[in-house]
């Protein structure tokens, strides 16, 4: 590995990853850092077809351990192709989503085993862990007033995994509560119910820890 870091945003839907992904990058860059900026599932050709698949409200879903499966190939990809090679050569990466939104979505919400889904994300990533994971926790209604909001400004409609029910988040919700208690040292919970620029202040001071 060269000297990249490797830094990941999680949190449920309406959190406000992608204004904070987006701040990070800009403010990283301003300081002279070279950034790549990602999503997941996506960030390359293959994972963002598989993104269509898995999100796409489709007359045949994928079921839950298809779902699964699905997450991991775009992310054996992202991997493969994009961020271990820009790691590699020194490039910082920000990525809007890793691992633990599988064990969040599809281990806490929909049931499937824990353990199985760590084995299996350990091999599509290729032991490969971030350095700093941000962990945007929201309100339930709050979150939802700015899926609302959202929507209304974009003129668009939530995708399936948006619409899997109040009691499917609240449960992802609570998985990622429990792996930022398992691994305090690299992820850290941030209060995003306030205005953006609160919740930035909170971002920027927690790279204190890999910096």
């Keep these: 590995m060269g000297n990249g ?14 204004t904070q992904v987006k701040r990070l990058k800009d403010a990283l860059e301003a300081e002279g850092i070279e950034v ?38 775009a992310r054996a990809q992202l ?11 020194g ?4 990525s809007d989503r890793f691992s633990d939104s599988t064990l969040a979505y599809q281990g806490y919400g929909r049931g499937l085993p824990l353990e199985v889904i760590d084995i299996a994300n350990t091999f599509a990533c290729e032991n490969l862990k971030p350095d700093l994971t941000l962990l945007l926790e929201v309100d339930p209604t709050v979150a939802a007033a ?40 690299r992820i850290v919970p941030i209060n995003a119910n306030g205005t953006p620029d609160e919740v930035w202040n909170e971002v920027w001071k ?6």
């Design 79 to 89: 991997v493969k192709t994009v961020i271990r090679p820009a790691l590699e050569k």
């Design 5 to 18: 870091k490797f830094i990941t945003f999680e949190g449920g839907e309406g959190c406000g990853k992608s």
């Design 36 to 73: 790549v900026l990602t999503r997941e599932p996506g960030g390359t050709w293959l994972a963002e077809q598989i993104r269509t698949l898995i999100k796409d409200q489709a007359e045949d879903p994928p079921c839950d351990r298809s779902e699964l499966l699905l997450f991991l190939a």
């Design 146 to 185: 700015r899926l609302a909001g959202r929507e209304q400004a974009t003129n668009t409609t939530a995708d399936r995994i948006e619409r899997a029910g109040s009691e499917f988040h609240a449960r992802l919700r609570r998985g990622f509560v429990e792996l930022a208690k398992q691994e305090p040292w």
């Design 206 to 211: 927690s790279l204190k820890r890999i910096r």
């Design 91 to 94: 490039v910082w990466v920000i």
